[in-house]
């Protein structure tokens, strides 16, 4: 499993900081992976895509099996409610409000033994998988490749924007979470591809500079 966080190009040239954070963990033969990438212009944006990422990884953890079950509209319901409540308690403490630690996610859980999965994604980002097949998109942005217009974990009402994934992938060999940037940069979904087929190992990624962040998983 390797992780990936860099500051983007735009960052850059703004002098903003990343705002992203990627996270993985397995237990009990379930892997968990999940991305949030914080807004730019918010001073708690990084703070607020931790929080998100960490309310993704427990309840995917402790509750995969019963989401696995449920409707898509209940697993919508119960990730926006899971994740601004803890938002509402640090914004409290840090004397802000929701608009300053807003952001989008992905999140994917996965059984390696049966092939269930799970996958999660408000606004822009893809999700990439690899089997016996090749490479091919499991996910696409909600926002049409258009970088002015996303959807974000403090708009209100945004649950059904959430795009929700309950089946299964049988024999999965690899899983990459992508956030924002990549459409701009490589011009084409098929171009995309070809940039992560050329990801051998996480140093790899040190000569794309205008990239955000990446969360490669091997699945062994």
Partial sequence: MYKYE????????????????????EKDGILVLAAADGASETNNGRKGAKITVQILLELF?????????????DIQYQLIEKIRERLYEECE?????????????????????TGKM?????????VIVKDSR?????SYPDNKGNRYTTYL???IPVSHRIQVFTGYEKELEEIYLLTDGWLEIAGSDKEI???????KQENDWEAQDDLG???KTIIK
């Fill in 153 to 155: 974990t403090n708009m």
């Fill in 134 to 138: 090749g490479y091919r998109f499991h």
């Fill in 6 to 25: 860099k500051q983007g190009l735009i960052h850059k040239e703004k002098g903003l900081l990343c705002q992203d954070v990627v996270e993985g963990v």
């Fill in 93 to 113: 403490l840090c004397n802000t409000d929701l608009q300053d630690m807003k952001s989008t996610f992905i999140a994917v859980a996965y059984e390696k033994a």
């Fill in 213 to 215: 962040c990446i969360s």
């Fill in 118 to 126: 799970i996958r999660v994604h408000l606004g822009d980002g893809y």
């Fill in 61 to 73: 953890l402790k509750y995969f099996h019963q989401l696995h079950k449920m409707q898509k509209k």
């Fill in 193 to 199: 591809l070809k940039l992560v087929k050329r990801i």
